[in-house]
């Protein structure tokens, strides 16, 4: 699944629930992942839990990513999760959140890397599904590990590695060092995926070129613009040329270019969050997008305010349409 070249929707807790996953394969995006979901609430049987493993009808290809520092556990919970049928399961290595590594969850098996190959070894034991690890650059800068990191995965039988080059102690700050990645691809037979800092089609270019990796993760950077993934898919078809154009690749969405049209787009994802969650939780959820997609626009300021105090599907389409008609008044 990895041996071709492939733009990815990072995980990123949240965010990269069904609707929005959908909206950014249907730019174009190749590959998804749920957000992380922790393997003891999965088999305490929690149902908010369960539920952030739904996949929709007509989402491409999808990993569900679990966390956890119980080797039996991430067994249990992956064979829990391989009921839903993801196209593959990926082990979370990278969380830098004080709540799951003081637990040894996510980045805190950065320092324990015994562990993190027992974690492995049981979850490729468990599932016949393809099983991805996504790591960091190491704990700290003194104790940058990532290579030893990669060997023990992929001797534990780990499909592919996502590396995201910062150490935990960095959480986002600073910059992704790509020279890791280079360095990581080189040494492991395995596939590893390229992750941080890609802002656009630049990077990407910039990405590929410098480390050598075919399916490359972007997170940030599509908050609010699942449209990125029409620039990228198209970057990436420059890159190769027909290798994509013979590969699994259909054609993408429009790429929106005025604000009217991004609207559109931001209109139709509120409505599948409200019918996916409800009314209520859904424009909850959904204030943490609006500032996203109505950004870099004169005058925006009040209806963003406005956004954010909605309770109810009819008020947040009031005020898109009054967004739309001021503009299109200019
Ligand atoms: C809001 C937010 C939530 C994230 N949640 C997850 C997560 O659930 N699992 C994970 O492996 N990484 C998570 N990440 C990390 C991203 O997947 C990614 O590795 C990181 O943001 C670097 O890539 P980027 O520069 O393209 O954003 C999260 C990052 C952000 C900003």
Request: proline content about 4%; charged content about 30%; glycine content about 8%.
């Amino acid at each position: 699944m990895f041996d071709k070249p492939a733009v990815m929707l990072a995980p990123l807790a949240g965010y990269t629930d069904p609707p929005f996953r959908l909206l950014c394969f249907e730019f174009g995006a190749d590959l998804a992942e749920t957000e992380m979901i922790s393997s003891e609430g999965l088999i305490r049987g929690c149902e908010r839990t369960a539920a952030m493993m739904d996949i929709f009808e007509g989402e491409g290809r999808v990993g569900i990513q679990l966390f956890g520092s119980r080797p039996p556990s991430m067994a249990s919970a992956a064979e829990i999760a391989a009921k839903k049928r993801p196209a593959f399961i990926d082990i979370n290595f990278g969380c830098p959140v004080k709540k799951v590594v003081r637990k040894n969850g996510g980045a805190g098996l950065m320092r324990d890397l015994d562990l993190m190959g027992r974690i492995a070894r049981a979850v490729t034991s468990a599932v016949e599904l393809p099983v991805t690890a996504k790591i960091r650059s190491g704990w700290t800068r003194e104790s940058e590990n990532y290579i030893e990191a990669g060997r023990i995965l992929q001797d534990c039988g780990v499909s592919a590695v996502t590396l995201h080059p910062r150490y935990r102690s960095q959480f986002f700050r600073g910059e992704a060092n790509w020279n890791h990645i280079t360095s990581l691809n080189a040494e492991l037979e395995i596939p590893v995926i390229a992750n941080g800092d890609i802002a656009g089609p630049a990077e990407l270019r910039e990405i590929i070129n410098k480390t050598g990796c075919l399916t490359v993760m972007v997170g940030r950077a599509a908050i609010g613009r699942p449209w990125l993934f029409n620039k990228l898919r198209r970057e990436i078809r420059r890159i190769y040329g027909s290798i994509v154009e013979n590969g699994d690749y259909e054609k993408e969405a429009e790429y929106p270019d005025s604000l009217s049209d991004k609207l559109k787009i931001f209109e139709k994802f509120v409505r599948m969050e409200v019918d996916y969650k409800g009314e209520q939780r859904a424009i909850l959820e959904m204030r943490k997008h609006y500032r996203w997609y109505i950004r870099g626009y004169r005058g925006m300021k009040e209806y963003r305010a406005r956004l954010s105090r909605c309770e109810t599907l009819e008020e947040v389409l009031s005020i898109l349409s009054q967004v739309r008609e001021e503009i299109e008044g200019n």
